[in-house]
């Protein structure tokens, strides 16, 4: 079956080219017809979420330096009270955290101490799916944020090429956070793993396009499912490239995986992608051994990356338009282990920047002497309440709708 | 009125029709068309290499179905289990566990074991997020060593599992404060489904699960000391149950049968099987005693199965598509960044997302699955082999070239007959996706083989035709129709 464009060259056996131009280059035009990003979306607040996965050690992030009691549960692995950057009188930063002592003193910073839940789950894999759905008490299927999204968009709406990119995860996989009924979150690993990648081979990037370019009227569902997909992610993953190529850093991030995702997530903001939400995570902080050298410099990356990503967004005055709130799925032991590190625990500090942040110290340093019935630091205030707060205060969505139950708003935002 | 057992890809699969009970799980009689025997493979395997279709193209029904379900012969030569010191290792047990999987899945000559092993992974589903690579492996042993036999013996194996008692808490289920962790989703997931039980079942359920627990070396004990050995009522019967009986009660339920019948019609057929397929498929079960290679033969060998209903009508899962990939490409050793891949494409091997495995269907596509199906295709099927070197080559060189494809323009060209360009489009759309292709999609295929551009300097021929044709395979698989199963 001969094509209608090529003649068959007899002598060689091979196919050359005719003269007309090949079908893809005519409907490439549709391609561009594809609205841009956001085009459809107002440049609203973000929220950038911070996973610090592993379970962090609050007491050796925010230091109680002046209770005798911290020194004698830490011996080996507690910080002296003349290396902590103070905070005040009783508390201060684990020394790496030069850059959260920055923006702390800035007033851009809001620490939020003994946060957790009632009957803490002390299971990496179950704690972090609390904390990602909000649901201590049952397993449910969607995330807080994915709860979030799902009420961003109309019941009934069709996937949109203007909002491909409301919310992204920057890494592999999209965590259970994100998880939503309605709305497809892009997990972006690398600008080279999100897009097609073509390679030396363009023309392969453009037949792409045209092969997903045939939905037609009564197909199987799964297929127009996947053409509309793919027609989204092959735009989606151009225009994400172009746009993020357009944004010029204002610092050095320093070079940890963590920072160069903070580079990113600080394109993204800079580039008009109509985000709203970005997740990124630092790993390794289930620091049952050897505590201080690993647990130290995942703090030096999360204080100094998120230092860096704040200057940046403020030299392209955007500091405004984000808050960043850090979480990890549990606390640990009061007492050091006898491998110098720590098991797992219970309640734990977060913390909240950006422009908007009301700066400061929320709640107490948990008692180390009054525990629960575990042993463990009790929290005070709920998660639910941080979450809550931000859906009320910051994205502008009733808490109800998202957050089961009723929480006092903390004062951050 | 007769299943209709025509393909045609021109109406996008799944064409309007409604479902003959009588014949649909009766046996499917008649040569396999090629497509037929694809969709066999796919479905009941992990795929075929172009030569082993064009061997199963045209049998009968029912010797295809035979060659895959009992292959004759001796297995690969597969690592029975990996290698101690690594499994043990903090920083690689995971990937070890994960890869040693994969390299079954691709390697075995018995691919409908593995398959089903795969089924059943999903189904029970256990993750390394919890569960330490070890156990892992061994609970993935028992699915391949039973997942072929009766539901009753498997279930309560899994019951028993270290993984499954540390997956679900039933480890710390004591009868002084009983865990009901593993009594509700041995209901709830496992064997009956929401709605088919009481909370009261749940509690008594799991008063009767107390003390099966494991030892300090994570092996199962039963201890009588955590053991609650009062009269507990569950599912209308009463008795001084233990854990066995409660397996033993909830296999008895009649929605049971239907429970596992319709997830098996899901994996194996179609999403949305008919009430009426899926209660005919329960009688069959219940009649072969629970026996699931019986059941799934009775699946695989029907009407139904071979009907335009069922093909492609399921969206392909990732695991589907690399393995599918790597077979048809005839890869021998999977590439060492594949499960980071799969991450992408939403299905880590051994991490399923929660107690309810991962959802498939539609949630396999998004759009940062789909380009990483993409991007995964290119990087395999767009690797030229390291150039051949002179003199013997080193072990690894040797491993290396392993994990390139096999498959690929020297072969196609072999096939086809020629260095002619239509009929190299033909084999290819022939091998890679059995002709499921409209003449728009053969036209920008032959376009982009044809094309002289900027980055292409030449005209298809001699010079070229060998990243030519990579390219041209690479798109075709994937086309639309190829991320269905």
Known sequence: ?413 | MKLDTSTDPQVGFRPPGSLDEASALLRYEGPLTRRQAAHLVRRAAFGATAPELDALAGLEATAAVDTVLHPTGPDADLVGYPDAASLYDPKVRNNVAEMWWLDRMLRTRRPFVEKMTLFWHGHFATSLGKVPANLMVEQIDLFRAEGLGDFRALLLAVSKNPAMLLWLDNRANAKAHPNENFAREVMELFALGLGNYREDDVKNAARAFTGWTLDKELRFVFRPEMHDDGVKTFLGKSGNFGGEDIVGIIAQQPVHQRFICRKLLEFFVYSDPEPELVEALARTYALSGYDIAQTVGTVLRSNVFFSTRAYRALPKSPIELVIGLLRFMQVEVVPKDTVAWLRRMGQDPLSPPSVKGWDGGPTWINTGSLLARFNYVNRIVKAAPPPARAGTMTAAASADLATFPAFGPDQIVRRAGGLDANRILAQIARDAVQDDVTSDVRSTIEDYLQSVGASVPQAFGPENYEDRIRGALALTLNLPSNQLN
Do not use: C
Not at chain 1, 199 to 226: C, E, F, H, V, W
Not at chain 1, 319 to 328: G, H, I
Not at chain 1, 383 to 401: E, M
């Open chain 1, 1 to 413: 079956m001969p094509s209608r464009r090529i003649f068959v060259s007899q002598s060689l056996g091979i196919v050359a080219l005719g003269a007309a131009a090949p079908a893809f280059l005519a409907r490439a035009a549709d391609a561009a017809t594809l609205p841009d990003l956001a085009s459809a979306v107002d440049p609203g607040n973000v929220l950038l979420v911070i996973q610090m996965g592993g379970g962090n050690d609050g007491l050796n992030t925010i230091v109680p330096y002046s209770d005798d009691a911290y020194h004698r549960v830490r011996p080996a692995i507690g910080i002296s009270a003349n290396s902590v950057l103070p905070i005040d009188g009783r508390i201060g930063l684990n020394p790496v955290m030069s850059g959260f002592d920055d923006l702390f003193k800035d007033g851009h910073l809001a620490l939020v101490q003994g946060v957790g839940y009632p009957n803490p789950n002390r299971s990496h894999f179950e704690a972090t799916q609390i904390w990602e759905t909000a649901s201590p008490d049952r397993p449910v299927s969607y995330g807080w944020l994915g709860r979030y999204l799902d009420q961003t968009v109309p019941a009934s709406a069709q996937p949109d090429p203007a909002r491909l990119f409301t919310a992204v995860a920057l890494g592999d996989t999209v965590p259970t956070a994100l998880i939503s009924q309605r709305v497809d979150v892009p997990a972006i690993g690398t600008l080279s793993t999100y897009g097609y990648n073509a390679g030396k081979d363009p023309a392969s990037r453009t037949a792409t396009g045209t092969l997903y370019d045939g939905a037609k009227p009564g197909q199987s569902p799964y297929l127009s499912l996947i053409e509309t997909t793919a027609r989204n992610a092959l735009h989606g993953g151009d225009l994400l490239r172009a746009k993020l190529a357009s944004y010029t850093p204002a610092v050095t991030y320093p070079n940890d995986p963590f920072s160069q995702q903070l580079r990113v997530a600080a394109q993204i903001v800079g580039s008009n992608t109509g985000t709203r939400i970005i997740f990124v995570s630092i790993g390794s902080f289930d620091t049952h051994a050897g505590q201080r050298s690993q647990q130290d410099r995942l703090l030096g990356y999360l204080a100094n990356g998120l230092h860096a990503f704040y200057k940046d967004l403020e030299a392209h005055q955007l500091q405004d338009r984000v808050l960043a709130l850090t979480f990890s799925e549990f606390g640990r032991r009061v007492q050091q282990n006898a491998s110098n590190g720590t098991d797992h625990g219970a309640a734990m500090p977060l913390f909240i920047l950006g422009g908007k942040v009301k700066g400061g110290v929320y709640g107490d340093h948990p008692s180390l002497t009054e525990l629960d019935n575990n042993g463990d630091l009790k929290h005070a205030i709920d998660f639910r309440a941080v979450y809550a707060t931000i859906v009320k205060q910051w994205l502008g969505r009733d808490p109800s709708a998202i957050i089961a139950g009723t929480y006092d708003p903390v004062a951050f935002v």
